[in-house]
């Protein structure tokens, strides 16, 4: 038997408020529910998968899901993206990663100067495309870098082509991850490029680049690959895991790329795990609050799944799930702690049942190792059909 599994996260994409959503200050976020009193969704393929059918959610219910379906509670202390890919795996983060309310305390940002030999402007919690459209004319003038941060544990610098060479912003993230560390160990330091004129300045998405923390290797993709499984990353998974346990990349920052990248491996290989991220929800429209925005992109991923659905093997397994929230509809522009969809689809897979709520985003991994590796799952448990040949 020849299995593939391909793990699809839409990055932002939460089913509702966890119960410790008041601790994050997300009462009453719901991505997926606010948005569809708004917009009125269009996604039948969700919908025939069991998105709507998932505890905690008011929707008419789908008498006939092909697929199954459940709720994945957070076991970690965060609600970013790098606490939610690393729990998937089964690398749940005790303590929360560190953010910066405010700005970087000085003794960080001498180091990052000496670093980088240069001084640094900005240094405070703000929007990429704000704080570019701020400081950009300063930085065109004296070609110093800019330094920000965001409500999650990231450490950003942005720099003008024409001024910092991509060569040249790589190497001061990469210097700025080897100062992240310890007490200060931000989930990922991330290179933002971007061009254009004062007053018309735009990021540059296909030079951004993460610098993430080295995951534990006691995780599930580590043992997939120690064990001889094929692992594909698509869109940013291989610098969310530091290029560890991959064993082919496909890195991009748009769902249009993540979207070819996932559908040319359906075509081309012939076994092995598939991990992949759709950023747009969360990256363009998420933090914007674009409403319309947020609800195009689900509705576009939607018709990939269909497609993606109609050209599945019959040892295929199809997983559909979510990093975290981040609700368009409510004031603030960070990530929310929602529950996350698990949706799950294949010939070998029970169809419509409900696995309520499970604790952790770790049951992903779970399951998939079942899978390639026989071990048992509890998800497994109840999802395999009988003939299932391990």
Not at 53 to 82: P, Q, V, W
């Amino acid at each position: 038997m020849k299995k593939r599994v391909f793990l699809i996260v839409l990055d932002g994409f939460g089913v509702g408020a966890s119960d410790d959503a008041e601790k994050f200050g997300d009462s009453g976020s719901n991505t997926f529910e606010n948005l569809d009193k708004i917009v009125s969704l269009n996604i039948p393929t969700l919908t025939k998968l069991g998105l709507k059918n998932i505890d905690g959610l008011h929707f008419e219910k789908e008498l006939n899901c092909i697929g199954s379906f459940a709720r994945l509670k957070e076991l970690s202390a965060g609600k970013d993206t790098t606490t939610g890919h690393f729990e998937m795996m089964g690398i749940i983060t005790k303590q929360p990663m560190p953010t910066f309310k405010n700005a970087f305390p000085k003794e960080i940002i001498d180091k990052l100067e000496i670093a980088f030999n240069t001084k640094i402007i900005g240094n405070k919690v703000a929007s990429g495309t704000e704080i570019i459209n701020e400081l950009g004319e300063l930085h065109l003038q004296t070609g110093y870098p800019i330094v920000y941060t965001s409500a999650d544990s990231v450490l950003q610098i942005a720099t003008h082509t024409d001024i910092v060479s991509l060569d040249k912003l790589y190497e001061y993230c990469q210097k700025a991850r080897e100062i992240m560390c310890g007490d200060f160990a931000v989930g990922r330091v991330i290179a933002r490029p971007f061009e254009g004129d004062v007053g018309d300045f735009k990021r540059i998405n296909e030079g951004r680049k993460d610098f993430s923390l080295v995951p534990d290797s006691n995780n599930s993709m580590q043992r997939l690959y120690d064990n001889g499984i094929s692992i594909y990353s698509v869109g940013k998974i291989s610098e969310i895991f530091a290029d560890k346990a991959i064993t082919k990349r496909y890195l991009n920052h748009n769902n249009k790329d993540s979207i070819e990248a996932t559908l040319k491996l359906q075509d081309e290989i012939e076994s092995g795990f598939v991990f992949a991220n759709f950023v747009d929800t969360d990256m363009l429209y998420g933090h914007r609050n674009d409403i319309m925005g947020y609800a195009k992109s689900l509705e576009e991923t939607d018709k990939f799944l269909a497609e993606f659905i109609t050209k599945m093997k019959d040892d295929d397994i199809l997983i559909v799930t979510g990093d975290h929230g981040n609700d368009p509809t409510t004031p603030s522009t960070d990530h929310s702690r929602e529950y996350t969809p698990f949706i799950v689809y294949g010939k070998n897979i029970k169809s419509n049942i409900n696995l309520g709520t499970l604790n952790g985003f770790n049951n992903i991994g779970e399951f998939i190792e079942d899978y390639f590796l026989d071990k048992k799952s509890y998800i497994g448990e109840i999802l395999w059909k009988k003939q299932l040949d391990k």
